[in-house]
């Protein structure tokens, strides 16, 4: 593994997911639910945090060919529990990058 990968699985690693619950597939609307698999697109801009922009479930992934986020990532749907605001997010956990994509 790189060192770029390990840094940008360790920056992606609890980043909050782009919709509230329930979490669901952009493609097939299928409802996902805490410890299944995703993959997502992120991006960073910038310097700034990183981003997820779309997440897929795993019949729908792309292939990385297929996209063009700066990073295609799998993992898993992980829930955060905010107790001080009684609330509860969805995030990415697990995150390994599928392939680094460069664009021109």
């Given at each position: 593994?790189?060192?770029?990968?390990?840094?940008?699985?360790?920056?992606?690693?609890?980043?909050?997911?782009?919709?509230?619950?329930?979490?669901?597939?952009?493609?097939?609307?299928?409802?996902?639910?805490?410890?299944?698999?995703?993959?997502?697109?992120?991006n960073?801009?910038?310097g700034?945090?990183?981003?997820?922009?779309?997440?897929?479930?795993?019949?729908?992934?792309?292939?990385?060919?297929?996209?063009?986020?700066?990073?295609?990532?799998?993992?898993?749907?992980?829930?955060?529990?905010?107790?001080?605001?009684?609330?509860?997010?969805?995030?990415?956990?697990?995150?390994?990058?599928?392939?680094?994509?460069?664009?021109?």
């Amino acid at each position: 593994m790189t060192d770029s990968k390990l840094a940008i699985e360790r920056a992606v690693e609890g980043v909050e997911l782009p919709m509230d619950q329930p979490i669901v597939c952009d493609d097939c609307h299928a409802r996902l639910r805490e410890g299944q698999p995703i993959t997502v697109a992120a991006n960073q801009h910038d310097g700034e945090v990183w981003r997820i922009g779309e997440l897929w479930c795993a019949v729908c992934a792309p292939r990385p060919s297929e996209n063009d986020a700066d990073q295609l990532v799998e993992g898993d749907v992980g829930i955060v529990s905010d107790v001080r605001e009684q609330a509860h997010y969805p995030v990415l956990v697990r995150a390994t990058v599928v392939e680094e994509l460069v664009r021109a």
